[in-house]
């Protein structure tokens, strides 16, 4: 596509909550037109496409069939290999979910067919996109903090309960909040630092919510910094989705929390409270936009796929580690 001002064609897998996010985000993008949107529960693929005038339909070919050129991969992580290598091989450029997959076998399996493939490729962590993060790691940049030491990310909320059937809430097919919210944190800090992680250790305890869902991390990276990492699935519903982090630099310290900047509450009659969330989608938007401007000119990845496997690869360590309450070495480790 690049060097053409003819609009880009977008086709989105799945359509739950964040394939919604990935719709919208496409409809604010300049120059894209969201053509099709694919579910195996027909019905939600329905009122999802419907919303942005698209045609619905139950599986990829069903979206390949009406001439796409970028794809967004929004299915449950132990399909993502599937679709994105057969995407590829159809000539997409592909924006995958993260985790990129559940085994490294599989995330390297998406590595391999995308570089053999003149497509761009994207994953999806969109805590790269986040105002907030975006600024933070600008900031780092521009040397405001000098060496980055120490960094902690923490990001608590309750068991999720908009995915299909559960799948979030049983750890063989989504991971637990160690690989499935914890993830976005382990991408961010070594972005951030610049410097891939070497070493893990992690617990974590169970909860009514289910095993392992509350989960604390530590690690190391090649460049000596260290970070804390805190996912959890166990906190109560009613508190909602809470984040707090810090890098702290030889010369400096940025800190951050959501709760800092929270547009206010929504208090309901029958005790409910209803959070009033300022940062909306702009994140989704924002990635949209660079993975949409990036297949325009030819790349290079935004989000690169080798930095997806990374972060996919901690998780998995992570998860490892808690096993068998050893740390683990990721210079040498093989994973699963």
Known sequence: MSGTSEPLRAGVVGAGLIAGCHVRAYTKAAGVDVVAVADTHRSKAE???????????????????????????CTPPSSHAELTVRALEAGQHVLCEKPVALSLRDAERIQRAAEASDRVVMIGHVSRYEPDHRAAKDLVEAGQIGDVAMMTHSVTTSLPGWSEGGWLARPEESGGPLLDL????????????????????AVAADSPAGPATYGVATVRYANGAMSQVEASWAHPAGRGFKLMAEITGSAGRISWDYDSINGGAIYLADGGVAWLDPLGERGYASEIAAFTEAV????????????????TRTALAALHSVRTGEPVDLTTWEGP
Request: proline share 6%.
């Open 47 to 73: 009122q999802l496409a419907a919303s942005v005038g698209a045609t619905a339909g139950t599986d990829l070919d069903a979206v390949l069939a009406l001439g796409t050129d970028v794809i967004s991969v």
């Open 296 to 311: 325009r000119v030819g790349g290079p990845s935004p989000v690169p796929v080798s930095d997806g496997v990374a972060a």
């Open 182 to 201: 914890a993830v976005h944190s382990f991408d961010y800090l070594a972005w951030v630092t610049g410097s891939p992680a070497v070493r893990i250790h």
